[in-house]
């Protein structure tokens, strides 16, 4: 059997790196267009909503208000690079088994090839820790993919794990 991303988990993130992305838009709208082409009294007017005490007040507002704009949306367009980047990254992961064995990455494994199994998160989160016994640390995510279920099964039988 082989993982397969899971499609929920991939649509959920793929939707918040895009909502990211529009969110950085607009703060960069704001940042290089709208606020720019203000005076510092109507900016300040249309961020206070009511008129600036002192020309000095609507000076700050307007010197503290283009830079953050531009900081939110730098902030954005990162958050949205690391949540694509965690989506592509495990669709990239590559892991297949069956009953005596499995392959990760193209290298193959029997289970007997398996040093520890750390099965610790799999009641909350559904996580599995192997090591292998050329060091290889393997993480498998059922939230990630689908059919992890399945390979737990297969060490629970073969006594990898204990029974619960």
């Not at 909503?49 to 000095?56: N, V």
Request: hydrophobic letters at 40%.
């Amino acid at each position: 059997m082989k993982l397969k991303l899971n499609r929920e988990f991939a649509i959920r993130h793929l939707f918040v790196a895009v909502l990211l992305t529009g969110m950085g838009a607009w703060f960069a709208y704001d940042g290089y267009v709208a606020y720019p082409s203000m005076t510092p009294e109507a900016l300040y007017e249309q961020i206070e909503h009511q008129p600036p005490a002192s020309r000095e007040a609507a000076e700050k507002v307007y010197a503290n208000a283009i830079p953050r704009q531009k900081q939110f949306m730098a902030l954005c367009i990162i958050g949205a690079a690391i949540v694509g980047f965690g989506v592509w990254r495990a669709s990239r992961f590559r892991f297949t088994y069956r009953e005596r064995g499995f392959s990760y990455h193209g290298r193959r494994y029997a289970i007997a090839d398996i040093s520890k199994v750390d099965a610790s998160q799999w009641g909350k989160k559904g996580i599995l820790r192997l090591l292998t016994g050329d060091g290889t640390r393997i993480v498998l995510d059922g939230w990630h993919h689908k059919g992890v279920d399945g390979f737990y099964d297969i060490l629970r039988d073969a006594g990898r794990i204990p029974q619960q």
